[in-house]
């Protein structure tokens, strides 16, 4: 797992649990051109943060989805 992997793992698990992994592997596999989350690269946060943002709102408080989505975008 690269370290911005690893970084947007710590800062999901905060806010969706120990299901973070799994969320965040969909995301990337399902909406963006089937990358694997272990192979996350700076060039993907912005898709990433995006997916994350629209998909946790649906799980999670819109306003804490949108906290968590701007947190992953920064981390690019």
Known sequence: MSA??????????KYLGPASRQFLE???KGHMDGL???DLEKKHISDLAHW???SAGLIIDKKKAGELGNKILSMG
């Not at 911005?4 to 698990?13: I, K, P, Q």
């Open 36 to 38: 694997l989350f272990d």
């Open 26 to 28: 969909r995301q990337t």
């Open 52 to 54: 994350v943002t629209v």
């Open 4 to 13: 911005l992997s690893e970084s947007v793992l710590a800062e999901t698990t």
